[in-house]
T-cell receptor, first 111, second 115 residues
Framework: GESVGLHLPTLSVQEGDNSIINCAYS??????FIWYKQESGKGPQFIID?????DKRQGQRVTVLLNKTVKHLSLQIAATQPGDSAVYFC??????????FGRGTSLIVHP | GAGVSQSPSNKVTEKGKDVELRCDPI?????LYWYRQSLGQGLEFLIY????????KSGLPSDRFSAERTGGSVSTLTIQRTQQEDSAVYLC?????????????FGQGTRLTVV
């Protein structure tokens, strides 16, 4: 879930485990959802997207699940690697075509 | 270049001075966004340009902030009379825009420090 202040929600996993990062979005009219990965000192990098007419989409080692009923989005990373350590943001987009970002989750992968 | 380019990468300025931040989007991208990211925070939307349409300025925090996009390409974000609370990373992104739902590509950001 979301937290207030400067502390991001943090997920710590062991290398090789599967990771699941969750996101609650706010606008029921949003029809496009994106996951971004942001490494320290860099801009956000696209991982995977999904449109509202789908409930699951798979990429390489990543899967995004969308539950419109409860306005919930999740990112699953298979066989997590140390290079996956970063902050992950979900973003929602509706008729304004402006991505609105969540607070982010910090993923820490221990070797 | 192949990606979104922002300059400068770092900027230290004195309180009260004006600053200009530059963004070169990906060629052919009609949509351009500016966001602000404070330490440990998410991305705060500032302004959105789409083609020749009037920009969506709804995220600008005060009238000290303004942005232009010349010729549908390069954009400049200007902050006048900078304050310490303006210190943040300013991120620019571009996308294909309303041609279809596609992801935004981000630059590396400009880290602004107001002292």
């Amino acid at each position: 879930g979301e937290s207030v202040g400067l502390h991001l929600p943090t997920l710590s996993v062991q290398e090789g485990d599967n990771s699941i990062i969750n996101c609650a979005y706010s606008n029921s009219a949003s029809d496009y959802f994106i996951w971004y990965k942001q490494e320290s000192g860099k801009g956000p990098q696209f991982i995977i997207d999904i449109r509202s007419n789908m409930d699951k989409r798979q990429g390489q080692r990543v899967t995004v699940l969308l539950n419109k009923t409860v306005k919930h989005l999740s990112l699953q990373i298979a066989a997590t690697q140390p290079g996956d350590s970063a902050v992950y943001f979900c973003a929602e987009e509706g008729g304004s075509y402006i991505p609105t970002f969540g607070r982010g989750t910090s993923l820490i992968v221990h070797p | 270049g192949a990606g979104v380019s922002q300059s400068p990468s770092n900027k230290v300025t004195e309180k009260g001075k004006d600053v200009e931040l530059r963004c070169d989007p990906i060629s052919g991208h009609t949509a351009l966004y500016w966001y602000r990211q404070s330490l440990g925070q998410g991305l705060e939307f500032l302004i959105y340009f789409q083609g020749n349409s009037a920009p969506d300025k709804s995220g600008l925090p005060s009238d000290r902030f303004s942005a232009e996009r010349t010729g549908g390409s390069v954009s400049t974000l200007t902050i006048q009379r900078t304050q310490q609370e303006d210190s943040a990373v300013y991120l620019c992104a571009s996308s294909l825009g309303r041609a279809g739902r596609t992801e935004a590509f981000f630059g590396q950001g400009t880290r602004l420090t107001v002292v």
